[in-house]
């Protein structure tokens, strides 16, 4: 699950963010409604680095789909993955909020997964547990009822 349970840290769940296929606007995928997984196994994939707890997510939605993912770059930044999809380097699955603001600008393309396919990422809110002060609650309070 992401995010990770750690020592001395505390998570809130907070919301689920809708994973999507992103690409590039010229790429051929670009033009579709939705995409299956299985449809991504020769495919250039720009993933997130091995030790994101994201990557784990992804990895076993496409092992479960029977996708060995061909990946070309992997990196722990999101803004990075999404810059290399933008100029062609390949695809990736990001998650949707991400993506919206390139979008917007037609720097990039989202593409549902189908509904047999389709997924989310569980977010939370961190808090290291020395930090629990009254404010730091009334926040994170006031974030999980926004």
């Keep these: 699950a992401c995010p990770s349970p750690r020592q001395g840290v505390t ?5 689920e963010d809708t994973m999507v296929l992103v690409c590039a606007p010229e790429h051929p995928f670009a033009t579709r409604s939705e995409i299956a997984l299985s449809e ?4 250039p994939f720009i993933a997130f680095a091995p ?3 994201t990557r784990h997510l992804i990895d076993e939605k496409l092992r479960l789909a029977g996708v060995e993912a061909t990946i070309v770059n992997t990196f722990d930044n999101i803004e990075t ?6 100029i062609g380097s390949g695809v990736a699955i990001l998650p949707l909020e991400s993506a919206t603001r390139e979008a917007n600008e037609n720097a990039l393309k989202i593409v549902p997964l189908r509904p047999e396919d389709a997924f989310t990422r569980p977010t939370g809110i961190l808090v290291k547990q ?3 002060r009254s404010a730091v609650r009334a926040f994170v309070s006031a974030m999980r009822q926004e």
């Design 40 to 43: 991504l196994a020769r495919e």
């Design 130 to 132: 020395t930090q629990l």
């Design 81 to 86: 993955i999404k810059n290399l999809v933008e």
């Design 11 to 15: 998570i809130y769940p907070f919301e």
């Design 51 to 53: 030790h994101i707890p």
